[in-house]
């Protein structure tokens, strides 16, 4: 799996492609630990080039949005595709993530909530 990071002001955006497997998940946990470390709370996670998610790397984008929310930030998602979106229902997880058809529509979001 590969991560682009992107800042957007106050928002960071993680652009994913490739499969969030074994490699994949510990990519995305050191993205996510590197965002934290700068102290970047507010994220968008892109799923749009995604092509697999395992049920660990749920587990990481859970623990991910746990960390965010503790820290007074929080952890939405973009791009979602069927796949992923019957998987995160059939693990209990799809109302939990605030999802959104475009990455644009996901920084506005926080705008907005400001």
Do not use: P
Not at 2 to 15: D, F, I, Q
Not at 40 to 54: A, D, K, P, Y
Not at 89 to 107: H, L, P
């Amino acid at each position: 799996m590969k991560a682009e990071r992107l800042e957007s002001g106050a928002v960071t955006v993680l652009r994913l492609e490739g499969e969030i497997d074994e490699g994949g998940m510990n990519e995305l946990r050191q993205s996510l630990l590197g965002c934290m470390r700068d102290q970047r709370c507010n994220l968008v996670v892109n799923l749009s080039g995604i092509t697999f998610v395992s049920y660990m790397g749920v587990g990481v984008l859970m623990e991910g949005l746990r960390v965010l929310r503790a820290h007074g930030g929080d952890l939405k998602l973009s791009g979602v595709n069927l796949y992923t979106e019957r998987l995160f229902r059939m693990v209990g997880v799809g109302r939990i993530f605030e999802t959104y058809d475009g990455e644009d529509q996901a920084v506005i979001s926080y705008r907005q909530a400001a």
